[in-house]
C-alpha cells in the first residue's frame, strides 16, 4: 500500500502562487501515474494534473496555463506549482494514483484563495 502526505496548502491572494508537495512512501514502484486531485465545497473531487513515470502530463482545462506538476522520482515525491490563483482555485487538494486507489486518499492540503 502507498500513503501519500500533502503539504504546501495555505491561504493565498488572488493571483499569487503556492507550491504543493506530496510525499509518497510504501510501494511506490506500482504506481506509474500520480495526480492532484481537488475537492471544492459542495462539489466532486476532480483530477487537476497527472504525471506518468516517464514525465508526461495532462491537465483539466480550468487549470493549464497556470498550474505545472512535476515529480522527483528519488524523492518519491510529486509537486504541484499553482499560478495565477483565483478564488475557484478553492479545495483540498489530494494526491493519489491514476487510476484512483482509494484506500491511498490522504488527508489533503487546504488551499484557500481570497482577499
Known amino acids: 500500500q502507498v500513503r501519500f502526505v500533502e503539504s504546501g496548502g495555505g491561504l493565498v491572494q488572488p493571483g499569487g502562487s503556492l507550491r504543493l508537495s506530496c510525499a509518497a512512501s510504501?510501494?511506490?514502484?506500482?504506481?506509474?501515474?500520480i495526480g492532484w486531485y481537488r475537492q471544492a465545497p459542495g462539489k466532486e473531487r476532480e483530477l487537476v494534473a497527472a504525471i506518468s513515470s516517464g514525465g508526461s502530463t495532462n491537465y483539466a482545462d480550468s487549470v493549464k496555463g497556470r498550474f505545472t506538476i512535476s515529480r522527483d522520482n528519488a524523492k518519491n515525491t510529486v509537486y504541484l506549482q499553482m499560478n495565477s490563483l483565483k478564488p475557484e482555485d478553492t479545495a483540498v487538494y489530494y494526491c493519489n494514483a491514476d487510476p484512483v486507489i482509494m484506500r491511498n486518499w490522504g488527508q489533503g492540503t487546504q488551499v484557500t484563495v481570497s482577499s
Open positions: 510504501g510501494s511506490t514502484f506500482s504506481i506509474n501515474t
